[in-house]
């Protein structure tokens, strides 16, 4: 236990509700670790009451904050700085104090980034494949933009959002690296194994017999299969991948490496592998989870 004095710094969460996050199970035991007399706590923000949230925060010298639902985008109107990325996906996930107030991130992608790399998972010159059009999809065509994969196969059962979303993420980069495709339509992909992340909310407990496409013929293009999801620990999507010879991860360590990359923000410091490890460990213990 951190040692509590008239030196310690708070961080926080900021959503509605807030009661079942594993965020102060992650920056706890980071502080912890790190020797940092931090400590971090949820705040429970009311409805209409967000910009009282962060002027409050900001009058109290709280050094950082985290950002859940559902005040990701509408958090962005009280910020004094946006980061890029954060801007381009629209949604903000964590504050960092700055002059004059504080400046939004977003650290899930960057989180998704970094899971990925802890796996030798790379992006760059890749093509890739993305289940789904809503919120999630959209930041992954984002974070493959940031990172200059080679080309995005958007798959989704309504073509129309895919498109939007490539037509978004083209005129970004100034050429065409999303393909909007619909999801019976996967035969035209190339027929090469790629990496497919699965951003879509089926499968997602207690809906764990559902996957968007359980054709074997879809899984034979897949050699790595990323799922967002995290319960359960293996979806359907993930069986679908590794039935087909490919290897599959679930969602859990995007959530570990957000955590980790706003700690990073906060306190200006670089988390080891080792030390995301046993972060990793303490996480899973605070959900429950036997891996
Ligand atoms: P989020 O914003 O969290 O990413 P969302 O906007 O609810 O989630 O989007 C959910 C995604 O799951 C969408 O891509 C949706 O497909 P449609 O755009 O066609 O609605 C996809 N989805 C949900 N249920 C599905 C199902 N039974 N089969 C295929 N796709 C499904």
Redesign the pocket.
Known sequence: MIKIDGKTATCGLIGNPVEHTMSPAIHNTLAELMGHSLVYVPFLVDHGKLADAVRGAWALHIKGLNVTVPYKTDIMEFLVDLDPLAKQIGAVNTLVKDEGGYKGYNTDMPGLYRAMASEGIAMEGQNIIVL??????RAVCFLCAFHDAKKVYLL???VE?AKQIAEEVNGYLGWDMVEAMA?FDYNRLPEEKMLAIQ????GLSPNDDQV?IDEAAFYERVHTGYDLIYRPLETKFMKCVKASGGKAFHGLKMLLYQGIIAYELWNQVTVSEEQAKLVYKEMKVAMGIEE
Do not use: F, M, Q
């Not at 789904?132 to 999809?137: K, L, M, T, W």
């Not at 951003?199 to 089926?202: D, E, H, L, Q, R």
């Open positions: 789904g059009a809503g919120g999630a999809a989704n059962r309504t959002k999801l951003a879509t909310s089926v968007v």
